[in-house]
């Protein structure tokens, strides 16, 4: 049964970074805090998940942006500019607020938009959903 806690972690993480709204932190709380896994391996999935679930964004938003003026796009017209206004003005250094709600959604999109490159855009978003994985497991066991 271990391998259901790390599967499941991977797509709740997954999916939590995606347009969908879903969380992945407080299930790595729980399966940290019950024990039976190990640390390391569910920060792994976690953020593995959570930064493939990003790289989905940056798909949409690369490939689909022609669609922003249908009804189904999951953001406005007035949100998706505002939101490239503020790429433009601090460039890929916005993608280390990835990790943040609300936010960070948005911004892997928007990634995607402004054309990102995919390697600078993996390196950043995964960093910033590693840390805050680190930052949960930290308060959760008590290291922090």
Do not use: C
Not at 17 to 43: C, D, F, K, Q, R
């Amino acid at each position: 049964m271990e391998l259901t806690g790390y599967a499941g972690l991977f797509l709740a993480a997954f999916g939590a970074a995606t347009l969908l709204p879903l969380g992945s932190e407080a299930l790595l709380a729980g399966l940290l805090a019950a024990g039976g896994h190990s640390t390391w391996a569910l920060i792994a999935f976690a953020s593995l998940g959570n930064v493939l679930g990003s790289l989905v964004n940056w798909l949409l938003g690369r490939y689909l942006e022609h669609f922003r003026h249908r009804r189904w796009f999951p953001f406005s017209e007035r949100q998706l500019d505002q939101a490239q206004r503020h790429y433009h003005r601090y460039g890929r250094w916005t993608l280390l607020l990835s990790w943040a709600p609300l936010i960070g959604d948005p911004l892997t999109l928007v990634a995607g938009v402004m054309r990102e490159p995919w390697w600078s855009f993996l390196l950043i978003v995964g960093l910033a959903k590693t840390l805050r994985y680190l930052v949960v497991a930290g308060l959760t066991l008590g290291w922090l």
